[in-house]
């Protein structure tokens, strides 16, 4: 059996996944996170060099954990490997932060390495069906909030929506999460509604799969919302014992339904 | 034939309408747009009062216009009318300000008064098929809010989405088109993107028409977008003319296309 390798990007999501056993930890010189504490630095530009130091070091299964948002890419200094593959980067990063995702994927993929989703390494993190705090508030507000998110899916836009009173005030767009409370808390405060968070139908859950930390149940109590309802088995909780602290601080409710 | 009234809400529609002939102006105390300049003041609590004041008048036909949010509302000292009308309006403010509109417009109708809409009386505020300023800026950032828009219509949702760079970045909820340029101009500055405006399927063009006006364009122009896209027919300008010269002082192309 081969190595493990987290390519961490920001926030909690890879400490809790390398506390899952012994991996190498890798980060990106100018990505989000830092490249504190990293076993290995790596480079865009030096992608062949990534390849052979992950594969010397005996790894053969690779964890994409946190949020990487595009950095600055140096065209000058590349080598060979990254060379070849600069025409479809330039290509995807002409599509979106999605397709750029699903290259990286694949040409990790094609170098012989084995994705290995959060849920897989954690699966103690991911939410189950039921209570998790508080009561279920599934209703009216959750169920239009459903809708709306299941009208988007094949659009691939939309991982999360807020609805109060029978209407919608919020629908996740680029921005994300957070940027969609924060517009729900300027907008709309002190609505009671519901926050729905829920994956995409096209979304690869093995290195992006939805997520919620005690900071997004901070940022619903911010918004006035007295509930949130996630997908279960398609949603992940960094960590679960803080996220469900924070909701009995807030007094927040939350759910999960298939 | 019989007179005509505008109920007039807030902005700049009522204005303009009046200047379309002779028309009574009728206010309601405690909502927006106040009862300045108005020939009959009303109130939600003396509805049979307003009826009787409308047709001692010799009004026949009725025109909504203006924002006019739910207001205030003293149970003491209701009229009859008002008195008989309390369970649906209670109803229906339940289901939010559509189905309160819905609702308002067909009490007139049940009184015999016929609701002409804003397109009706100014046809030439209603934006046609073709580049209104700068250059048509059609293409796929439209198109994908477009989508976004056609996927929401059913659910009654979303009169506006913001696409930037093949991504969303702005979908209108509750709070209104200018609600979500603010989020756009706070969370993702600069997109040089597309605003798309149209029409709810659902939506009752006589009463509810959506519109711009001058300080959508220089909202537009604060969040970094380079395009309005209207939908020929179905979108008010309020006025063409100052939408126009907005335009071209912020230098944002306006189009409208079916």
Redesign the interface.
């Known amino acids: 059996m081969g190595g493990r390798a987290i390519i961490a990007g920001a926030g909690a999501l890879p400490g809790l996944l390398a506390a899952a056993g012994p991996a190498l930890i890798v980060r990106f010189e100018g990505a989000q996170g830092g490249t504190e504490g990293a076993d290995l630095v790596a480079r865009f530009e030096h992608l062949g060099a990534l390849f052979h130091g992950l594969k010397a070091r005996g790894v053969s299964e690779l964890c994409l954990a946190g949020a990487m948002r595009r950095v600055h890419f140096a065209r000058e200094g590349v080598d060979a490997v990254t060379q070849a593959l600069l025409p479809r980067l330039a290509h995807a990063m002409?599509?979106?932060d999605d397709a750029l995702l699903r290259l990286v994927v694949g040409i990790f993929e094609d170098q012989g390495f084995v994705i290995r989703g959060a849920q897989d390494l954690r699966p103690d993190l991911v939410a189950r069906a039921g209570v998790l705090a508080g009561q279920c508030g599934d209703g009216a507000d959750s169920a239009?909030a459903r809708?709306?998110l299941a009208?988007?899916g094949?659009?691939d836009?939309?991982q999360a929506a807020v609805a109060a009173?029978?209407?919608?005030?919020?629908?996740e767009?680029?921005?994300g999460t957070d940027?969609v409370l924060?517009?729900v808390a300027?907008?709309?405060p002190g609505s009671g509604g519901v926050l729905v968070k829920r994956a995409k139908p096209g979304q690869d859950l093995r290195v992006d799969m939805p997520a919620i930390g005690p900071d997004t149940v901070a940022l619903c109590a911010k918004a006035g919302l007295s509930g949130i309802e996630l997908q279960a088995g398609h949603v992940l909780m960094l960590d679960p014992v803080a996220v469900v602290a924070a909701c009995r601080t807030h007094a927040i409710n939350l759910w999960a339904v298939p």
């Open positions: 002409g599509q979106g239009r809708a709306v009208a988007l094949p659009l836009v939309g009173g029978g209407q919608i005030i919020g629908i767009t680029l921005q940027a924060r517009f300027d907008s709309a």
